[in-house]
């Protein structure tokens, strides 16, 4: 049963355009995470917070960025896509500390740049 | 710095034939060894953790082995069915840092 959601599914947009994913977990945990997938299955890690903090910020250009509310919610705003940015954006979350450290992911959402 | 290392791009079978994947690890930290599935169209799902060298995890069918002297950890499963066909990865948490590490994934396809 899902419990990373992640709106929208699919976005289809033209170079330049500002794009927004959203993710909300319900679930209870504390960290959330953004990893992107792109089209060969190769999974990195973008950003991740820590109750509404950042504590992982790896090298991404400057478009990106990610906004925390809560420990519940974590979005994404590309604020001028390039080609290079069509990939599937998984959400993902965890509890911060747990011995398991298993990640929860969404479905993702597929992005692409025409 | 930290990595995981999956070499196996693809890999096809057929049913009831043995699946071996297998991953090497790099830290300075002390990490925790995962396996993650993911099958067409949604995300990534925990299939097994292993939490102690030389000790065996298994679920649904798969078995997950850990070997601390040579940094490598391997997934296998007997006899693989059509419907294992998904991609696979290996991922490693850093318990320093809680970055999560994941290999680069192996699509199995299993033909019936």
């Known amino acids: 049963e899902t419990a990373v959601f992640q709106t929208p599914n699919y976005h289809v947009t033209q170079v330049g355009n500002e794009v927004s994913f959203n993710c909300k977990q319900t679930l209870g945990h504390d960290t959330m995470y953004w990893y992107k997938q792109d089209s060969k299955k190769l999974l990195k890690i973008m950003f991740s917070?820590?109750?509404?903090?950042?504590?992982v910020n790896e090298t991404v250009p400057r478009r990106f960025s990610p906004q925390s509310s809560d420990k519940a919610h974590l979005n994404l705003r590309i604020k001028s896509v390039e080609p290079e940015d069509s990939a599937v954006y998984l959400c993902a979350s965890r509890k911060w500390g747990a011995n398991t450290g298993q990640l929860y992911f969404g479905e993702g959402s597929k992005l692409t740049v025409l | 710095g930290d990595s995981v290392i999956q070499m196996q791009g693809q890999v096809t079978l057929s049913e009831n034939d043995f699946l071996f994947i297998n991953c090497t690890y790099s830290?300075?930290?002390?990490?925790?060894l995962f396996w993650y599935v993911q099958y067409s169209g949604e995300g990534p799902q925990l299939l097994l953790q292993?939490?102690?060298?030389?000790n065996k995890g298994s679920s649904r069918g798969f078995e997950a082995t850990y070997d601390k002297g040579t940094t490598s950890f391997h997934l296998q499963k007997t006899s693989v069915q059509e419907i294992d066909s998904a991609v696979y990865y290996c991922?490693?948490?850093?318990?320093?840092?809680?970055?999560?590490?994941f290999g680069d994934g192996t699509q199995l396809v299993v033909k019936p």
């Open positions: 991922a490693m948490r850093d318990n320093s840092n809680n970055r999560i590490f």
């Open positions: 830290t300075t930290g002390y990490p925790t």
């Open positions: 917070y820590n109750n509404k903090q950042l504590i």
């Open positions: 292993v939490t102690t060298a030389n």
